[in-house]
């Protein structure tokens, strides 16, 4: 059975950081692209970041390109997302989520998914 399992969430004031983390089980972590997707409520679910299953590509939403950062560790099975700079249009629900091999950008394409995690930035 594949789970994902995010962290890290939480409440913090515009212009600070802070760290996600999703852990996988039940599947060959390596074998599989990571995303970061965010839900904010009334609207679709938001493509954050996306990173190919050997760290050699790395993909952005327009939103978040040049604050957020997507990384992996295999051997931990765990990908990590580091929000920087967050603003208050970044509160939403963040989901991880995975699909074999190549990374994309759309929210159909993967496979499996996190219950999610609360991100709130207040202003």
């Known amino acids: 059975q594949v789970q994902l399992v995010e962290s890290g969430g939480g409440l913090v004031q515009a212009g600070g950081s802070l760290r996600l983390s999703c852990a996988a089980s039940?599947?060959?972590?390596?074998?599989?692209?990571m995303g970061w997707f965010r839900q904010a409520p009334g609207k679709e679910r938001e493509f954050v970041a996306a990173?190919?299953?050997?760290?050699?590509?790395?993909y952005y939403g327009e939103a978040v390109k040049g604050r957020f950062f997507i990384s992996r560790d295999n051997a931990k099975n765990t990908v990590y997302l580091q929000m920087n700079s967050l603003k208050p249009e970044d509160t939403a629900v963040y989901y991880c989520?995975?699909?074999?091999?190549?990374?994309?950008?759309?929210?159909?394409?993967?496979?499996?998914w996190g219950q999610g995690t609360q991100v709130t930035i207040s202003s």
């Open positions: 990173i190919s299953w050997n760290e050699y590509s790395e």
């Open positions: 039940g599947l060959t972590f390596s074998n599989y692209a």
């Open positions: 989520a995975a699909k074999l091999r190549v990374p994309t950008t759309a929210v159909d394409d993967y496979e499996y």
